[in-house]
């Protein structure tokens, strides 16, 4: 299955986090197909002094959508994630999303596919319309450049 995640990162060593990330996606979620430039951000959704750093990789993985959000969750802890909150946003040392699990849409509470805030955050439309530029959301129909288009002119 063609697997798109977003990956953000904006404590401690941003970069070296980000490349933790990338290692352990190709050792314990699939092989990667391609992987992002890394970009500059300001947190979305809450107030922080810290900038992100974010990326979005393309990777071919056998795993289903549960076994894989429990992959990326094992991954954000080992990088020294704390527990996510219900609380609302805050600073984390890795943060990897399930943007699209290929055409997938799912919704089990615990997991919404595609994720449910893609359209409206250009940090993640620019770093996965590098990788992914022609992929159609299965929500819209639109490419994912399309959407970046979109979300530019808002």
Not at 62 to 67: C, S
Not at 79 to 103: E, K, P
Request: aromatic share 8%.
């Amino acid at each position: 299955m063609i697997v798109l995640l977003g990956l953000g990162s904006n404590l401690g060593n941003k970069e070296q986090n980000l490349r933790f990330a990338i290692n352990e996606i190709e050792q314990h979620i699939g092989k990667i197909a391609r992987a992002s430039s890394f970009y500059e951000s300001e947190p979305w959704g809450y107030c922080s002094k810290n900038s992100f750093l974010n990326a979005a990789v393309c990777v071919h993985s056998d795993l289903l959508p549960e076994q894989l959000l429990e992959a990326c969750k094992a991954i954000e802890k080992a990088a020294g994630r704390t527990a996510r909150t219900t609380a609302g946003y805050q600073d984390r040392v890795l943060d990897i999303d399930i943007l699209y699990y290929g055409n997938c849409v799912l919704n089990t509470g615990q997991l919404q596919l595609p994720h449910p805030h893609i359209a409206r955050r250009r940090f993640v439309l620019e770093p996965l319309c590098e990788i992914a530029p022609q992929f159609i959301d299965p929500l819209t129909g639109k490419t994912i450049k399309d959407m970046l288009a979109d979300n530019l002119c808002a």
